[in-house]
């Protein structure tokens, strides 16, 4: 897979750091809550919109069964185990979302622990800023 870092976004490397950090770790995206990729490493480009989008729908029903069933919006981590993959799906801060696609052989204790810590450390980088409507002149 070819490796593609979103232009304008400085943050490519950080996602490039955690995916060589944990083993057997293939691909992370950094994307807004409603789906719009920010940062991208181990991925084409099609590859990561289609993360992206999966990233953001899961992050959406989760949201929805917090706020209907846990008392809030709020949502740490979704973990989907697939046949020969693990996807991570983790809040990074105010609007955006941290997705990490890795093998089944990957520790999901490892990978979630340097998930969060790479967010702790710069969660003010990671935050994306409301969109506003955009002004219609008459």
């Given at each position: 897979?070819a490796?593609?870092?979103?232009?304008?976004s400085?943050?490519?490397w950080?996602?490039?750091d955690?995916?060589g950090?944990?083993?057997?770790?293939?691909?992370?995206?950094?994307l807004?809550s409603?789906?719009?990729?920010?940062?991208?490493?181990?991925?084409d480009?099609?590859?990561?919109?289609?993360?992206?989008?999966?990233?953001?729908?899961?992050?959406?029903?989760?949201?929805?069964?917090g706020?209907?069933f846990?008392?809030?919006?709020?949502?740490?981590q979704v973990?989907?185990?697939?046949?020969s993959?693990?996807?991570?799906v983790s809040?990074?801060?105010?609007?955006?979302?941290?997705?990490?696609?890795?093998?089944?052989e990957?520790?999901?204790?490892?990978?979630?622990?340097?998930m969060?810590?790479?967010?702790?450390?710069v969660?003010?980088?990671?935050?994306?800023?409301?969109r506003?409507?955009?002004?219609?002149?008459?």
């Amino acid at each position: 897979m070819a490796s593609d870092t979103t232009s304008g976004s400085d943050l490519g490397w950080l996602l490039e750091d955690l995916v060589g950090r944990v083993p057997y770790t293939r691909a992370a995206v950094l994307l807004s809550s409603d789906g719009i990729k920010r940062a991208v490493h181990g991925l084409d480009v099609e590859g990561a919109d289609h993360l992206s989008a999966v990233a953001s729908g899961l992050w959406s029903i989760v949201r929805s069964a917090g706020k209907h069933f846990g008392g809030g919006p709020t949502a740490r981590q979704v973990v989907a185990e697939l046949d020969s993959a693990l996807l991570f799906v983790s809040a990074a801060g105010q609007g955006s979302v941290l997705a990490v696609l890795a093998g089944p052989e990957a520790d999901p204790g490892v990978l979630g622990f340097e998930m969060s810590r790479m967010i702790q450390q710069v969660t003010k980088s990671l935050e994306t800023p409301a969109r506003n409507a955009a002004s219609v002149s008459r």
